[in-house]
């Protein structure tokens, strides 16, 4: 991979960094869910930065094919690309719901959206952890809207949905 693209990468990366934080900027709390895709970000520039600063120190590494480096690496010089870390965290990475809603949202949520029933909250939880698309959380969501009454238009219940819809 030549020096020149890893460090539009880096420069990419950056740039998204601080256009996310700059848009949780505004919020009296961030969510921890925001708070992880910041981090997962910050990782894969850490990542790009390692391998950046590995070409440098080896430049020959960094070189475009055509120059004298050879068409194929030796399997001692090859760098293996990290792997993505996507903008946004996918179900296949999330083991839980739960485990991205801080101690305050978790509160609120019982209290504002499941009148204060926590078993209802995480049966909830448990069968939207069971879905695999944001689809088929659809009737989930709608059936608790029902049994407790939500209103559409309660901020809480759209924090809740967006917090559920950046998972799938």
């Not at 690309?81 to 996507?86: D, F, K, T």
């Amino acid at each position: 991979m030549e020096k020149q693209k890893i460090r539009a990468e880096i420069e990419q990366l950056i740039g998204n960094i601080k256009d996310h934080f700059d848009n949780t900027n505004e919020l009296q709390h961030i969510p921890q869910l925001e708070l992880k895709s910041i981090v997962s970000k910050i990782e894969r520039l850490h990542q790009k930065a390692i391998v950046f600063e590995y070409l440098n120190e080896h430049p020959i590494l960094g070189m475009r094919s055509g120059s004298k480096q050879s068409e194929q690496p030796s399997p001692q010089t090859e760098i293996a690309e990290p792997v993505p870390v996507g903008d946004k965290t996918t179900k296949a990475s999330v083991k839980s719901i739960q485990s991205f809603i801080g101690i305050n949202e978790k509160f609120q949520f019982i209290g504002g959206l499941f009148g204060g029933d926590a078993d209802a909250y995480n049966a909830c939880l448990t069968a939207i952890n069971a879905c695999d698309s944001f689809e088929a959380v659809r009737p989930i969501l709608e059936h608790n809207g029902t049994v407790f009454h939500w209103n559409k238009a309660d901020e809480l219940l759209e924090q809740f949905i967006q917090l559920i819809k950046r998972i799938f």
